[in-house]
């Protein structure tokens, strides 16, 4: 039972190169999350999904995409990097809203 | 505008000693209080959590404190101990499916260091 798996878990990418980052999960849990963590920031909510098929945004979506189109996976894409979107990615995933959320290891994610 | 707010933003504690952690929140509409536990390199893992329909929870050295007429919540860590070094996240959020409040809001995170 691997629970929430990020892949990859290290990338460095140059500016204005795109890349997929993928989140599965083995839990059937209906909600996903995508969060970005930076020094002093704490954890900031770049898109949600409440089900398959289905993606909103959160705090701070702007540069990112993403897919639902599997229940148990979670794609979040940068088309054109840039250096501000150098950051720690955490994919989570909840069974329903209002409970436990659980973390992958996270992908450290360098733009240069 | 924050739905969290979080402090302090680090904490030395001696060995021993207690830790305390405090955050305030925004919107009554929450009603599930967690608290995660994050050690480099490692994502976030959660450690305890309260509802609103008790006023504290204790597990093992960790105790939550909730008062929901100032709408605050404090994590108190009892007999700190060097393993506790983390960085802690207090979080609120809402079971209620049909309103975007039923995400996470994170606070901005304390950063626990607990001397030996």
């Known amino acids: 039972n691997a629970g929430v798996t990020q892949t990859p878990k290290f990338r460095v990418l140059k500016t204005g190169q795109s890349m997929t980052l993928l989140c599965a999960q083995d839990?059937?849990?209906?909600?996903m999350y995508w969060y970005r963590q930076d020094p002093g920031m704490g954890l900031r909510l770049i898109h949600y999904?409440?089900?398959?098929?289905?993606?909103a945004k959160g705090e701070v979506p702007d540069g990112y995409n993403v897919s639902r189109l599997k229940k148990q996976n979670f794609l979040l894409g940068l088309e054109s990097a840039a250096p501000s979107q150098t950051s720690v990615y955490f994919c989570?995933?909840?069974?329903?809203?209002?409970?436990?959320?659980?973390f992958g290891q996270g992908t450290r994610l360098t733009v240069v | 505008q924050q739905q969290v707010k979080q402090s302090p933003q680090s904490l030395i504690v001696q060995k021993g000693g207690i830790s305390i952690i405090n955050c305030a929140y925004e919107?009554?509409?929450?009603?599930?209080f967690p608290w995660y536990q994050q050690f480099p390199g490692k994502g976030p893992a959660l450690l305890i959590a309260?509802?609103?329909?008790?006023s504290e929870k204790k597990e093992g050295r960790f105790t939550i404190s909730f008062n929901k007429s100032a709408k605050q919540f404090s994590l108190h860590i009892m007999d700190s101990q060097p393993g506790d070094s983390a960085t802690y996240f207090c979080?609120?959020?809402?079971?209620?499916?049909?309103?975007?409040?039923?995400?996470?809001?994170f606070g901005r995170g304390t950063q626990l260091t607990v001397w030996p």
């Open positions: 989570a995933t909840s069974l329903l809203s209002g409970t436990e959320a659980f």
């Open positions: 999904s409440v089900g398959e098929g289905t993606t």
């Open positions: 919107n009554t509409a929450f009603d599930y």
């Open positions: 839990m059937n849990h209906e909600y």
């Open positions: 309260i509802r609103p329909d008790v």
């Open positions: 979080a609120a959020t809402s079971d209620d499916r049909g309103s975007t409040l039923g995400r996470l809001y």
